[in-house]
């Protein structure tokens, strides 16, 4: 009897050694974080909570990484969680800036990522009577969205004018391209849009469309440009085709 519970005694404590093996082995290596952490708050603890941003921007955006910077300085300073929809709608709300990507690499890291608007026309507003004003100059871009900033550059995109409307903007863009496709060889280098459509072609030839069947009346103007192809000596030529069966045509 001694024996059999001698040998139940042995059995039991090395099964409890067993158990606490694992935890005396991690122990050191929770020990050495803790002082490392410690470390780092008793010498930088704002450093260590900073909030840690990494940036990947289009080479076409034409405005510095620090505007962006600036942006989201409020939404990151000092923060234990970021909010990632609310950077990313910050971010886009720069009118250079088409997207913006974010992702969390950690609990105060993020990734984010910068695509620039693509422009496909330049754009005046027909309400302004000079061009320095506010909302009277800005950009389409390659998906018809009317963008507005305030760095302003060089392009030799077709140029729109047109009211500050979006939707009305988008449906410009969208004849736009309808144009353009229909003129083939003839470079489009205007598109007036008030309570007409006007475009201009190169070298500089004016064509009035009017308000209605702009598309007919491109295809005419286009048939009979190919008859008749005026001196190039001409400063403008002037083609209105609102005329039911012709037109008329002014230099």
Not at 86 to 97: D, N, R, S, Y
Not at 206 to 223: D, H
């Amino acid at each position: 009897m001694i024996k059999k519970h001698g040998t139940r005694y042995n059995k039991r404590k090395k099964s409890l050694w067993q158990l606490l093996l694992p935890i005396a082995k991690i122990l050191p290596f929770f020990a050495m974080l803790a002082f490392v952490v410690w470390r780092v708050l008793e010498a930088e603890p704002t450093e260590f909570l900073k909030a840690q941003v990494s940036w990947e921007i289009d080479e076409s955006l034409p405005i510095a990484q620090t505007v962006l910077e600036q942006k989201i300085q409020p939404l990151i300073k000092d923060k234990y969680q970021l909010n990632l929809h609310e950077i990313k709608q910050t971010l886009e709300a720069e009118p250079w800036v088409s997207a913006a990507h974010i992702e969390r690499l950690f609990w105060n890291s993020i990734q984010v990522d910068i695509e620039s608007q693509d422009i496909a026309m330049r754009w005046e507003n027909t309400n302004c009577d000079t061009k320095n004003k506010a909302n009277c100059t800005g950009y389409i871009s390659t998906t018809g969205e009317l963008f507005i900033p305030k760095t302003i550059v060089q392009s030799d995109a077709v140029l729109a004018r047109s009211r500050a409307h979006q939707a009305k903007v988008v449906k410009l863009y969208t004849d736009y391209q309808n144009y353009k496709i229909l003129s083939g060889d003839m470079i489009i280098t205007s598109f007036s849009r008030t309570n007409i459509d006007q475009l201009t072609f190169k070298p500089n030839i004016k064509v009035i469309l009017g308000y209605q069947q702009q598309e007919q009346r491109l295809r005419r103007f286009l048939k009979a440009y190919a008859k008749l192809k005026p001196s190039k000596k001409i400063k403008q030529v002037v083609f209105d085709m609102r005329y039911p069966k012709g037109f008329s045509t002014s230099y």
